[in-house]
């Protein structure tokens, strides 16, 4: 069972900057995945990242996130610039052995808690 533990949430005012961090003991996933929901929206994806490979981002986050893996700590990143009011959302870490995507969120069967990010003006 793959098991995925995000953290480094939490409120920040418009134009600031978050770090999230997405931990697992299963090593070597073949992607892994940053999703996002807010209130009354459906899930979207917002970056992923294939082992060995570039990330891919949504449109709304490209060029102000960055995402990465450290595959010695089994570790996903997403760094975070450049926040705006719509960036408030509940973010999930995903991770899956067989698709990368960040169109559609049924390629993913592992999923974190998530962690709440708010950014206030």
């Known amino acids: 069972q793959v098991q995925l533990v995000e953290s480094g949430g939490g409120s920040v005012q418009a134009g600031g900057s978050l770090m999230l961090s997405c931990t697992t003991a299963t090593p070597s996933l073949y992607c892994m995945a940053w999703f996002r929901q807010s209130p009354g929206k459906e899930r979207e994806g917002v970056a992923s990242?294939?082992?060995?490979?570039?990330?891919v981002y949504a449109d709304s986050v490209k060029a102000r996130f960055t995402a990465s893996r450290d595959y010695a700590k089994n570790t996903l990143y997403l760094q975070m610039n450049t926040l705006e009011l719509e960036d408030t959302a509940m973010y999930y870490c995903?991770?899956?052995?067989?698709?990368?995507?960040?169109?559609?969120?049924?390629?993913?069967?592992?999923w974190g808690q998530g962690t709440q990010v708010t950014v206030s003006s």
């Open positions: 990242l294939v082992l060995g490979g570039r990330a």
């Open positions: 995903a991770a899956s052995s067989t698709r990368c995507t960040v169109q559609t969120d049924d390629a993913f069967p592992y």
